[in-house]
């Protein structure tokens, strides 16, 4: 059976370590493990994400995407007092980042969750999300749809996608699908984008 982060339940052993990452100003030891993604390091697009876009402060509802072993969501959870809702397939992810947003001291504000786990008529003010590409095309572009349809009225989305892995292709997508979206930074052979909803608020 192949292992993929993106898996449910990965088939790995759960054999956990520690990884250091600085993120806006601020240094962090996270518990990772096998079976999800980056488990060795901060990984280098999430780390481009995090120093191109500025801490977001204040209030507020954030989602994240592919929340891994939570470095994104744990790092806006303690830089705002927004509450944070950290999205992944992945049950051992989830694990993870619960166990991390208790060691930042941020877990009361950072929710983990199944997809289908969100209440449905939660709007987000952010999304931020390194998305996983490797889903393939259709399932990316459905997974991005259905949480742009949730992002508020005078929201913003953040991503990062690797150039060589569509990111100027997908930056297009989105303003077709009525997410006008723009390249705000490129570092390491990354894209950072940012898109905003300019379409019908969801019913």
């Not at 470095?71 to 694990?95: F, G, H, K, Q, T």
């Not at 006008?180 to 909803?197: D, Q, Y």
Request: net charge negative; charged share 20%.
């Amino acid at each position: 059976m192949t292992d993929h982060f993106f898996s449910a339940e990965p088939a790995s052993a759960d054999v956990r370590r520690t990884v250091e990452g600085r993120i806006w100003g601020r240094d962090y030891t996270f518990t990772t493990s096998s079976g999800v993604f980056s488990r060795d390091r901060l990984d280098i697009g999430t780390a481009v994400l995090l120093r191109e876009v500025a801490a977001p402060t204040g209030p507020g509802t954030f989602l994240d995407l592919g929340t891994g072993y939570g470095p994104i969501a744990c790092a806006l959870a303690v830089e705002s007092s927004a509450v944070v809702w950290a999205v992944d397939v992945n049950n051992r992810a989830l694990e993870l980042t619960a166990e991390n947003a208790k060691a930042a001291g941020v877990a009361d504000r950072v929710h983990t969750a199944l997809p289908d786990d969100v209440p449905e008529d939660l709007l987000f003010d952010q999304i931020w999300s390194n998305p996983a590409i490797h889903i393939g095309k259709p399932e990316l572009h459905k997974m991005l749809l259905r949480w742009l349809a949730r992002l508020a009225p005078d929201g913003v989305a953040w991503f990062v996608v690797g150039k060589n892995l569509g990111g100027d292709s997908l930056q297009r997508w989105m303003t077709e699908q009525g997410y006008p979206c723009e390249r705000v930074g490129s570092a390491k052979g990354f894209r950072v984008l940012r898109a905003t909803n300019a379409g019908p608020t969801p019913s």
